[in-house]
């Protein structure tokens, strides 16, 4: 009923009747809380006792951030700002359409286009 109350400006009556209005609301309300709870929740790496990382494996990595960083460069500006907030910054989709005032659609499509790119600019790095 919150969110009823709180996007009560946003009713157009001669878009819908009242109640259709209310059931949508509270339709898409349920699919996120589903969603939310059935997201699985990745389980905590452990590091093997005696395992020393060994310079060529620094050396590996270090290449892989540079060769990585050289992809996002071929990016578009708009594409490399929205990757770099979803995934360096850890913003969801929604956090960055806030932040950014750009419709959620345009923030999902940048990052799928961005990360075909980077999936093309990457596809020789071994893994």
């Known amino acids: 009923m919150l969110t009823i109350w709180r996007k009560a400006a946003t009713f157009d009556p001669h878009r819908a009747q009242v109640s259709a209005w209310i059931y949508q609301i509270a339709r898409n309300r349920q699919i996120d809380i589903a969603r939310k709870e059935n997201r699985p929740m990745p389980e905590e790496l452990k590091e093997e006792a005696g395992t020393d990382i060994d310079a060529s494996q620094i050396l590996g990595l270090e290449q892989e951030a540079g060769q990585l ?7 578009k500006p708009e594409q490399r700002e929205i990757i770099e907030k979803a995934y360096l910054g850890e913003l969801t989709h929604q956090e960055i359409s806030a932040q950014t005032g750009l419709p959620l659609g345009t923030i999902k499509s940048r990052i799928r286009l961005g990360l075909e790119r980077l999936r093309h600019e990457l596809k020789d790095l071994k893994s």
């Not at 960083?69 to 990016?75: G, H, M, S, V």
């Open 69 to 75: 960083k050289q992809a996002l460069a071929t990016l």
